[in-house]
């Protein structure tokens, strides 16, 4: 924990000035470069594996905190797009909202951990609504086959907190 604090002295400012440029936005850089001295802490293997460029383990903690980043706020702007279609009586409160969000968030990193040719035959199942057989015939591939991603993918799905 000592290490942490005198890297955190050491090295925050500088994080901090390299988030900033990075994202264009002071309250954002603040907040993850809080969050990657937090995945340090957190991750104790990492924490004992800082060697001598530590800028290089808190740049990458940071790069994949940033691209998290970005990708919350693009799963936000498609929310918020579809919310501006939505005739005012329908539109959900901001607490409603803020859920529906938060559900957003963990489905979409659901999704982007399933494998590749998974994920692609889930979408076309679940949102073009292509049958199995349709799905099976376009990749050409067994129909079994297909059941076999489609229950990884139901698997992921059911395992959401």
């Known amino acids: 924990m000592q ?7 050491e090295h925050h400012s ?19 470069a809080h969050d990657t001295f937090l995945r340090l802490i957190v991750s104790r ?22 691209v998290d980043h970005w990708r919350r706020q693009d799963v936000e702007r498609a929310y918020l797009d579809a919310l501006a279609q939505m005739p005012d ?30 994920l692609d035959i889930f979408l076309l199942a679940q949102l073009d609504g292509l049958t199995y057989r349709q799905i099976a ?16 993918a139901f698997a992921a799905c059911l395992a959401l907190p």
């Open 137 to 152: 015939e376009r990749y050409g591939i067994a129909l079994i086959t297909v059941k076999r991603h489609m229950r990884t």
């Open 89 to 118: 009586p329908q539109v959900p409160s901001p607490e409603t909202r803020l859920m529906i969000l938060e559900a957003l968030y963990r489905i979409e990193a659901m999704l982007r951990g399933l494998p590749e040719r998974t």
């Open 3 to 9: 290490r942490v604090h005198i890297l955190y002295a």
């Open 14 to 32: 500088w994080l901090y000035g390299w988030l900033r440029r990075k994202l264009g936005n002071a309250c954002d850089a603040a907040d993850l």
């Open 45 to 66: 293997r990492a924490a004992g594996k800082l060697g001598d460029e530590p800028r290089a383990l808190l740049t990458h903690i940071a790069k994949g905190l940033v």
